[in-house]
């Protein structure tokens, strides 16, 4: 064979195998492989085909703070659904009155974790825009942690399009005041109703909007006793978010697992030590990983700690992607490159870090804040850390404050809110409807 006829194979990857479909490597692959596949034999995901049907029975919005919004189960009044089918690919998406599904009970989903979502806000700004914040990284997520289990795929820019429309249609009515915002629950799931275990070979997308309290306000205190996740220092008098680090015996996620993947799979079974922290007065469980008890992430939200490190230097550490351990989450990105561009006195670095160099910069005096990082929490700053025994204590829970956390905060909520003009916060066109 002329050495002209040898296709040139590149080396393969020391840690990841290409050809595996589970890595985020093989993720990326699937999505190239669907996405260079220029004849599709079925339909793709199609905004433009999007068809509306106004309710007939408007609800009321419900106060800021009062007991509905608490309860963070009240929708507005429409949804946005897309059915996809392996016969005929993407039917035309909808936006429809909210209501029930009708998914049989052999639904894959229903057995066997088949969904994936996404978690955002809109935000009615200071000059009356409403915004999205960053919202191409969630249509790219949402596309990889469908593509990791075997849910159909799509063109992001397409299942953007419909979010907009759909926050476009409803943000009138359900964020009418600058400073308003609304949770947006972009979802998929697998609706076949067959309980062989393979890929679904029917899927349903789905978009809902939920009022939410601002867990990170001060002012939120719960009125409803049976508030879901509600943050509760404030009525402890405690100020900023208490964690209890998990026991050996519990992992979130491992490397080569599916926890940089936003799946329901995640969560389901985090609930147990989720309430154990709670009945103990902790709000969040910090999740640790291996016998060196490295810090992983906080519940829903990334972490982050502000010290002086071993060389007297001030830097902002937060666990790294790498292996596939933490979620990918869109705060975490925009907290790192606003530091690197703003900051120049702060070190940036994502590595691993453990629990006992946390110990040992709170006995030397170096450690200096702690805070978790996420849509849902946005920025909280953490008073103290249970761990095995021992409390990791931070400035913020022996009265002090946390000023560094307060700053990116209050710089991301100027984004959001059109204070800043930044291409992170990107428009969105209103239909006035109501
Ligand atoms: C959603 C999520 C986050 C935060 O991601 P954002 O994009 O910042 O909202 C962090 N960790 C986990 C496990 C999550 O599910």
């Known amino acids: 064979m002329a050495p002209t006829a040898v296709t040139p194979v590149s080396p393969p990857s020391p840690t990841l195998d290409s050809t595996s479909k589970l890595t985020k490597a093989g993720t990326e692959n699937t999505i190239a492989k669907t996405v260079s596949n220029t ?24 106060a800021p703070n ?56 809109a935000y009615r700004g200071d000059d009356g825009k409403v915004r999205l914040f960053r919202p191409d990284r969630n249509a790219k997520r949402f596309l990889q ?48 109703p067959a309980l062989g275990v393979q890929k679904p070979r029917e899927a349903l997308l789905y ?28 009525a402890k008098g405690a100020k900023g978010m208490r964690l209890l680090a998990s026991n050996h015996d519990m992992i979130r996620a491992w490397p080569g697992g599916f926890g940089s993947a936003k799946v329901g799979a995640n969560y389901g079974p985090s609930l147990v030590a989720q309430g154990e922290a709670r009945e103990r007065g902790y709000n969040q469980i910090l999740w640790l990983f291996g016998e060196e008890c490295y810090v992983t992430e906080a519940g829903g ?12 230097k001030k830097e902002l550490v937060t666990a790294p992607l790498g292996d596939g351990v933490i979620l990918e989450g869109v705060t975490r990105a925009s907290v790192l490159d606003l530091v690197r561009r703003s900051r120049p006195d702060v070190e940036v670095v994502e590595r691993k870090f453990t629990m006992e160099e946390l110990i040992k910069a709170e006995k030397e005096g170096r450690l200096l804040e702690g805070f978790g990082a996420g849509t849902a929490f946005f920025i909280a700053p953490v008073a103290d850390i ?35 003009s930044h291409e992170w916060g990107v428009v969105v066109p209103e239909e006035k409807v109501y």
Request: aromatic share 10%; net charge negative; charged share 20%.
């Open 301 to 312: 939200s990334n972490f982050f700690v502000l010290w002086i490190n071993e060389s007297g």
């Open 145 to 192: 942690s469908a593509t990791r289990i075997a849910l159909p795929g799509f063109a992001p820019e397409e299942f953007l399009k419909l979010l907009k429309r759909f926050v476009g249609f409803e943000a009138s009515k359900w964020i009418s005041e600058p400073g308003h915002f609304i949770y947006i629950r972009p979802t998929m799931i697998a609706t076949a």
């Open 66 to 121: 009062s007991p509905e919004v608490w309860s963070q189960g009240y929708t507005s009044d429409h949804m946005l659904t897309a059915r996809w089918t392996e016969k005929s690919g993407w039917e035309s998406p909808e936006i429809r009155p909210y209501g029930p599904l009708s998914i049989m009970p052999t639904a894959s989903v229903l057995h066997y974790a088949t969904e994936c979502f996404e978690g955002m806000k």
């Open 386 to 420: 249970h761990f095995r025994g021992t409390d990791v204590v931070f400035p913020l829970g022996k009265g002090g404050d946390a000023e560094f956390a307060m700053g990116i905060k209050k710089d991301l909520k100027d984004v959001m809110y059109g204070r800043a």
């Open 207 to 234: 978009i809902m909007m939920v009022m939410f309290p601002a867990l990170d306000e001060p002012t939120a205190v719960p009125t409803s006793p049976s508030s879901g996740t509600q943050m509760g220092q404030e």
């Open 39 to 62: 004849a599709p034999a079925v339909a793709e995901l199609d905004a433009s085909k999007c068809t509306i049907t106004p309710t007939l029975n408007p609800k009321r919005v419900p």
